[in-house]
């Protein structure tokens, strides 16, 4: 249930890392119906996790928890900045926190460079200094294009600056959307089954795209730096989880709630957490050499009637502990 | 295009017509003036009046068309704040929605009474009366666009660091501003009737005024072009609406087609 305390090491190595996202005892309920129970979470920086579970389990909930549209019933949602601000709890959304949507939601009167440019300008500046210093604002609104421009460049979209959302393709909108979270640098970017919408081949495409910002993570990591991209990925493709991720962790409601003394069905909870294969960007996707863990993941997670400890699969910081951990906090 | 300039031929044709069988039974009719007698009426608006030296159409126009753009730009600026803050706040929504909801289905023509008592029979009050009429349809449309903008927009806005009033001026106001110019639009109609009609009523200037006056006098020689007047002027406006729409929102008419 608690993917931190499981043992003095685990409990030691997540003090030992830097910690970028921590979900504290979060419960959540809409009325009377209990959604999440007792997620106690730590992402680290440079992560990307993939949040897997069974439909309706409360992925999404979490996600929004995060981001502070929906602030939890009970416990709590920090963020560790990296600027050396500090701990602050999640109270609503902030710029610390970049979101990527399944729809895109790009902004359809802005093109694909002013929507990236868009952060920059809701950061920087405000409704007053663009009215009566419009000079300044012109100089520095120059710099926001210029920005968004190289950051659409790096993913691929150097001839889409100036087109309307409705003139790109789903893998391209994705690509403005994940440009616009990422020129925000945030904390850590949260990805709500961003490539549900899209086929097969843009959604490879777009997983090697998140592959490469990992290998940022990894060379960062090397060269004694911070790594610049953290993320919490919502999928319900197991693979995408594997493939993508350098850590699962399964969402699910059927658990051993009983064992605990619970009378009534409490939510979802924790029930799988280990670190995911770490593949590199020009490894060939081999999906059989995860099928061992894939049918783990099905049976642990996605069964109704399994009746899983939370506690047997919280493996993640007890291998990071033993060393056995692949990627950045390896 | 070749099928409306037909129609539009038709049209004439048949008015031709009618007017030439009427003046074979009556060659003093003015009911339905002959292409002479329209020509007339034209002159008769356009020169200056013998005895004021005002020229009609000019007054007219100066009158009406101030009194419609002055009456809608209160109500759609009015319609704007309630309606933004009706969408925005629940508690606003909640206060306003009922109140807006029956005043919407009082005819403004119908309160010209009140009107007259309370703002007097000046400028003010068809500024009032257009104002009050459209303002209870444009502030609900408004309200309802608000609503219509995505929450994950509102969300990913202030995840990129925005304030409260950069969400509704950046995003809500933007969003919502093709529905609005359409809805807008949509008001130049309901504005001239309720307009027109209170000239009819209580103006000594304006074209609801001159209709009156001169629809007594079985004048329609200068009825009709005044009519076409008011036509072409609503044709437009229309169009002029939709240029604008089609410029400010650019993205807009090709979201609609591709959704």
Redesign the interface.
Known sequence: MNSATGTVGAAAAVQRHDIVLQCINLHHRFGAKKVLHDINLRIGRGQIVALVGPSGCGKSTLLRAI???HPPSEGHIAMHSGNGSGVQVVR????D???V?Q?Y?L????TAQQNVA??PM??ET??PFRTFRPFAWRQLRRRHLRAAEEMLVRVGLQDALRK????LSGGMCQRVAIA??MI?R?EVMLMDEPFGALDEATREDLQRMLLSLYGENLKAKQAGEKPPYTMLLVTHELNEALYVGDRVVGLSQYWNWEDYGIRRPPGATVVYDDTAPVHGLDQVRDFERLREQRETIRRVVFDPEARTDPAEHDLFWKKVADGRAEGVLA | MVLGLLAVGLLLGGYTYLSHRQHIENPEDTTIPSWSQLKEGVVKAVQPHPRSGERWVVVDSKATLSRLFLGLLCGVLGAVFLGILMGCSATVEALLVPPLSLFAQVPPTAMLAVFFVLVGTDTEMYVAMIAFGVLPTLAQTVHLSVRDV????L?????????H??VV???IV??M?PKLIDAVRLQFGPAMVFLIAAEMVVGDVGFGYRIRLLSRLLDMGVVYPYLFYLMMFGFLMNVGMKQLQRLV????D??R???
């Open positions: 981001v502070g549209t609503s959304p902030g710029r926190r970049g979101m949507y729809r939601s902004f359809p009167f802005l868009f952060g809701l950061d405000s409704i309307y959302p409705h003139e616009q979270a925000m945030p | 995505p929450e994950e927009l969300y990913k806005a202030y995840t990129l660091g925005a304030s009033a950069e001026w950046n995003v933007r969003h501003l929102c650019r993205w807009h090709g979201g087609r591709s959704s």
